[in-house]
């Protein structure tokens, strides 16, 4: 059945109702149905619980950009089923809800299965660019090269009606969710708090897997204090459509070990996978005020760090790194200043948001005659969500008031920056 408020989601049940329930999580652009060649086999000892994403699979387009987002509507949505206590597999995206979901509410998850899964995505970079070319182009060109990310050559050429699937399955995703999505892999690092995930985990992975492969998943194996590696030969970043048994039974015997454990630490007589009483809440551990720097005025947080993060997500990474490596004894305390006073107090002001201050921001530049900096803000407007058409109307107004050759300049400079943005790779 579906769920239509904002903070549920779309979700089936699959199982006996007296069973334990285990969540299967979907990964980027896929639905429920990527797990279809598991359910029946889990749902003979378990209450399968499957989910979609904002926009996948006909579920209401209320994008969240944040994995934490997502994980608060799994468990919104599970709260008002009355579940409590879960095992949870999830594949890529799905897994670093799982991993939110471990972190923030421990004793909500009995067990944790994280399948293609990265304690960071790739950069940030990579997933706002996809953004962009979204945005300009749709999800044609993301959904024609999608079986080439998800399966191995061999698969996706020996099974073309399962390689036309996923091809419409990422074409019919509302693409303003799509975005979201890709913002929050973005936005998602837990590499320093792995050590924090206290629930047995199995780190699932492909051995072709090109997008998250067994390096990223020997990482959160070395992180998390009870993990263990599988590897599945001959698979890629959708193993569970793949090699659809191997999956199913490294996930069988996984959850079925997991809750006879627990459930043998509280009785003698444990004749099949018990659902565990919810745990008190954990106390929510103090946080110490950060450190008062002595440039900020008193009494005022210093806003370097608000800063610094506002200006990687506006300008990437890559030009963020680049800057702050070249500054030096010279250059270094103005790295500072533009970092706290131009990025943290007026890009991270509330009063307009980000698609205005690019607006603005392109148009002063072009006045100015700031052609430089006017590349890499091109680049920001379209991660801010401006589009092709709406930066020309900007060059367009600024040449009635910043003048003609200025505009013409902007034009080409501009035009070559989109190109290299929005043309898909491939």
């Known amino acids: 059945m579906s769920k239509t408020p904002k903070n549920s989601l779309q979700y089936r049940f699959d199982g006996p109702e007296d069973a334990p329930v285990l969540i299967l999580g979907p990964s980027l652009g896929t639905t429920w149905h990527m797990w279809d060649r598991q359910v029946p086999e889990l749902a003979q000892s378990w209450r399968v619980f499957r989910f979609d994403l904002p926009g996948h699979g006909g579920a209401p387009a209320h994008a969240a950009d944040s994995v934490q987002e997502l994980a608060d509507r799994v468990l919104a949505t599970l709260d008002e089923l009355g579940v409590q206590r879960f095992g949870y597999a999830g594949c890529a995206l799905g897994g670093a809800i799982g991993a939110d979901l471990a972190l923030r509410h421990p004793q909500r998850v009995a067990s944790l299965a994280l399948i293609a899964a990265s304690p960071r995505f790739g950069t940030a970079d990579e997933f706002r660019q996809r953004g962009v070319i979204v945005r300009t182009n749709g999800l044609d060109p993301v959904a024609r090269t999608s079986p080439e990310r998800w399966f191995t050559p061999g698969f996706a050429a020996n099974q073309p009606a399962i390689t036309e699937w996923a091809v419409q399955m990422v074409r019919t995703t509302d693409p303003g969710c799509y975005i979201a999505a890709c913002e929050a892999l973005a936005a998602f690092d837990i590499r320093p708090e792995l050590g924090r995930i206290g629930v047995p985990t199995l780190v699932l992975v492909g051995s072709e897997d090109q997008v998250t492969g067994p390096a990223e998943a020997r990482t959160l194996v070395a992180g998390i204090p009870d993990a263990r590696l599988a590897v599945v030969p001959g698979a890629s970043h959708l193993a569970p459509v793949e090699q659809p048994a191997a ?76 800057a702050l490596a070249a500054a030096d004894a010279f250059s270094g305390d103005f790295q500072d200043l533009i970092t706290r006073y131009a990025w943290g107090e007026v890009w991270a002001r509330p009063g307009l948001d980000r698609r205005m201050r690019s607006c603005v921001t392109l148009t002063a530049l072009i006045a100015g005659g700031h052609h430089e900096e006017l590349v890499f803000h091109v680049r920001a407007a379209l991660r801010n969500g401006l589009t092709p058409s709406e930066i020309k109307e900007v060059f367009l107004q600024a040449a009635v008031y910043c003048g003609v050759p200025a505009a013409n300049t902007a034009f080409k400079v501009a035009q070559s920056v989109i190109r290299e943005e929005t043309t898909p790779e491939g």
């Open 247 to 322: 999956v199913t039974d490294l996930l069988v015997r996984h959850f079925s070990t997991a809750w006879t454990e627990q459930h043998s630490a509280l009785s003698a007589t444990p004749p099949k996978p018990v659902l565990a009483p919810p745990m008190p809440t954990s106390p929510v551990a103090e946080i110490a005020p950060a450190e008062q720097d002595e440039s900020a005025p008193a009494g005022r947080t210093d806003p370097y760090d608000s800063g610094l993060k506002v200006r990687r997500e506006v300008l990437g990474d890559a030009h963020v790194d680049a």
